[in-house]
């Protein structure tokens, strides 16, 4: 048997059971596992039988979450964030029968669905700031599995098709990849350790792999990021900050190949005004028409996959997808508008913001705590700023690829809340600490 197999089932099998006999957090490990080591859509898997591998893992973990229950009770209400996505969710349920295509909308209704018990997991087995960081190991260890396996395999033209769930685009490939590097990034802020070696050399790869998606939207998402970077800096990381955006900038010179740079000329119009490349040409022809299928229900939307179902009637034939008669959104933005109205559009936007908005909370010294708590609070703070420029990042990508499928914002909702919560804690230790000295100096 394959030795790749042999490490799914024997990983698969151990996490599931750590679940139980430890830390329900094991079963996230085993989610991620699920995520990047995709056995149905991978040569070694084929020999499994069909099993929803994933689906299972997180049913065993929310057993093992219930078996466990800490004594604070469940932590999923208590985040505003949840309670956007509670509405978004059943704006889109209530939409079902009203949709274009009902039996397209219901994907998408269990889709999101799938994504609201997964932010219910993570943030009942997430419990520590070890416990965090340690899932976004696991993220960059299986973010540069992809990467590795796509580089071996790649035989020229954008590295894509390698066998990912949902991300079969080079585009969408290359925003799970950026959001990847920005969460990660940050874990090397802290004090240097052993692991960081680990760390770098994942980001390394995963940074490579980016680069050969050859994606524009991606590119230029990063490099809008990246100047947020500069004015977001973590407490007492300037130059660290400093030290990696200038790596930052040699490692993308060294990786901005040729047929990247066409790629970005394409994007100039030429002496009639007219984009020179016709995939950047379409997408602006294709958001002046969802702007006209947004018209005929403004309010709740055509469904899921509007756009899609739409095209030829709004679309002229020359722009669509080779071979299938129609044009699917490449702007999340206007997926939402088209597909869910303006107030499931303004429902996502709202969660975005909300989320976002994390990043200008809590920055005050925390200087009467004991010095480990400092230190987590320090380490809390670089990794709430790499989170929500993750977030921030995947959703300008969305700009030129519609990402509203994919699972990285999802993560960054689950992620961002925990960490804001576990500074707050911090902050009301060190409030209570403050209140006890002037009492007594009194």
Partial sequence: MNATLLFYLS??????????VSRPVWGVYVYFLCFYMHAPSQWWGKSLPEFRWAMVASLVTIVAIILNTPRR?????GFRENWL????????SIQTPFALVPEFHKEYVFLLFKFIMFIFIVQNTVWTAKDLERVIWVNLFGGAYLAYMGMSMHTGGRLEGIGTPGMESANQLGQQFAVLIFAGGYLLLQKFRLSHVFVSIALCFIL????MTESRGVLAAMAVTGLLA????????????????????????LLMGPQIIARFQGVEQDNLGEMKDASAQSRVVII????EMSKSSPVFGHGHRGTLILSPDYIDEKYFAHGTG????HNVVMAFLVDHGFVGLGIYLILIVTCAWRIWLIKRPVDLLPEKMQQEFVFLSSLKVGC???????????????????EGDIWMFAFIPLVSARMHRIVRKQERLEEMEVKESL
């Fill in 230 to 253: 500069a004015i977001f800096i973590p407490q007492g990381k300037r130059g660290k900050v400093a030290t990696f955006g200038a790596l930052s900038i040699v490692a993308a010179s």
């Fill in 326 to 329: 129609h044009r699917a959104s």
């Fill in 388 to 406: 929500t420029l993750a977030l921030v990042c995947f959703f300008l990508s969305g700009m030129g690829s519609n990402n509203k499928k994919l």
């Fill in 73 to 77: 009770g469940f932590r999923f209400f």
């Fill in 85 to 92: 996505l509670i509405a978004l969710f059943l704006l889109v």
């Fill in 288 to 291: 002046k028409s969802q702007w």
């Fill in 208 to 211: 490579m792999a980016l680069f």
């Fill in 11 to 20: 990983a698969y099998a151990f996490g599931l059971w750590k679940a139980f």
